[in-house]
Every structure is written in C-alpha cells, then in structure tokens.
C-alpha cells in the first residue's frame, strides 16, 4: 500500500522552462492538495481538488497549474519557471471529511536557477 | 477568516523532561484542530485532532494536546521527551463548514515549530 507517491523526488530547472509534478493515491480519497513549504512560512496552499475533475484555487495559485483528469492523479504544472518558485513541494490528500487528517507525500524539491 | 499561530519558532528540551508545542487559533465558528509532525526530508504525519468533546485529546508516540476554548489554544504536549521527538511539529485548524462557505472549508498550518530535545 503506496499511500500518496509524489514524483519526481528532486528536480533543478532553468528560469522559464516547464515541468509537471505528479501525485498519484491509492486510497480512493476525494480531496487532493498541492502545498508548498518554504523555511519560516509554514505549509501554503497552491490548489486543491474536491472530485475528479476540479480544481480550486489555494493561497498562492500563481505560476501554477493543475489537472485532476482521474481520481487518483493530480498533476502540478508550471509553464515557466521562476527562482521564486523555488520550494518543497507536497501533495496530500483527504477523505471526504473536513474530520479526516490528511496523508502527504514526501516531497519534490524544486531548485530553479 | 480562519488562522492559526505557532509563537515559538523553536523549543529545546532535555531528554526526560515535559514538552510544551504552543498553538493558538482563530475561528468564526467551532473549529476542527490537527497537529502533524515532519520529520527530515519526509511529508507531514498526522499526530491527533480535536473535533468534539473531551478536552484532551491522546495521539500517537505518546502525544496529547490539550483544547482551551477560552483561550483559543491547543498546545501539544508529551509527559517525558526522547531524543527521537526532535523534529518541526505543525498546529492546522479547520472552521466548521457552513453555508456562506460552500460546505467545504480548507485546512490552515501554523509556520511550524522546530522541536529539539537534547540527550
């Protein structure tokens, strides 16, 4: 039992170049999350998904992007990177309860140049 | 609007001794309480919630948080720290979902305290 797998683990890009993030659950949970934690400013919340195929806007959407084609994908994009999005980045998921913990992956580091 | 607030950045105790994580909290309505713990170059881990009822609440690694409603905090605490507890400990709080929010309220995280216990 996988729980959430995020991958890449590590990844450098060039300023302006483009990646996608994957996060991939085996636990048949609704709610999915894309964080980001940076030293001293906690967990931010860059979007989420209640269901397959939708998506909502967290704290800090810009420069992102995301798809929930499938229930147990949730995929993070970014079109052009930039240094300031230099990060952790985690993904977590949730049952369909605002009582229920959610379970996180264990990270992308994200180093861009 | 909901927010949560972890004031130390870091707390240092001696292996044996009592642990204190403070966190205080704010909320419209009833709130929905988590800590979770991040141990080095892993995701976060789910230690206990408070949703309703007794005021202490036991979670894993012999952890329990204690819920103040009047003072809005919900500290962590464990009787007899181990070495092993050093890691950053995170408070997050929920609002109660409600209409005006669309049923779905997201969960909030303090900054995080980093935890050292010293041998």
């Known amino acids: 039992n996988a729980g959430v797998t995020q991958t890449p683990k590590f990844r450098v890009l060039k300023t302006g170049q483009s990646m996608t993030l994957l996060c991939a659950q085996d636990?048949?949970?609704?709610?999915m999350y894309w964080y980001r934690q940076d030293p001293g400013m906690g967990l931010r919340l860059i979007h989420y998904s209640v269901g397959e195929g939708t998506t909502a806007k967290g704290e800090v959407p810009d420069g992102y992007n995301v798809s929930r084609l499938k229930k147990q994908n949730f995929l993070l994009g970014l079109e052009s990177a930039a240094p300031s999005q230099t990060s952790v980045y985690f993904c977590?998921?949730?049952?369909?309860?605002?009582?229920?913990?959610?379970?996180f992956g264990n990270g992308t580091r994200l180093t861009v140049t | 609007a909901q927010s949560v607030a972890q004031p130390e950045d870091q707390v240092n105790v001696a292996e044996g001794n009592p642990l204190t994580v403070k966190c205080t909290y704010s909320?419209?309505?009833?709130?929905?309480l988590f800590w979770y713990v991040q141990y080095p170059n892993r995701g976060l881990q789910f230690l206990l919630k408070y949703i309703t009822g007794d005021n202490l609440v036991k979670g894993s690694y012999g952890f329990e948080a204690e819920f103040n409603k009047s003072q809005t905090s919900f500290h962590l605490k464990k009787p007899s720290a181990l070495v092993s507890d050093s890691a950053l400990y995170f408070c997050?709080?929920?609002?109660?979902?409600?209409?005006?929010?669309?049923?779905?309220?997201?969960?909030?995280f303090g900054a995080g305290t980093r935890l050292a216990v010293h041998p």
């Open positions: 977590a998921t949730e049952a369909y309860s605002e009582r229920s913990p959610l379970h």
């Open positions: 909320v419209s309505g009833n709130p929905y």
């Open positions: 636990m048949n949970h609704e709610y």
């Open positions: 997050a709080v929920r609002d109660l979902p409600t209409l005006f929010s669309g049923g779905y309220n997201k969960l909030i």
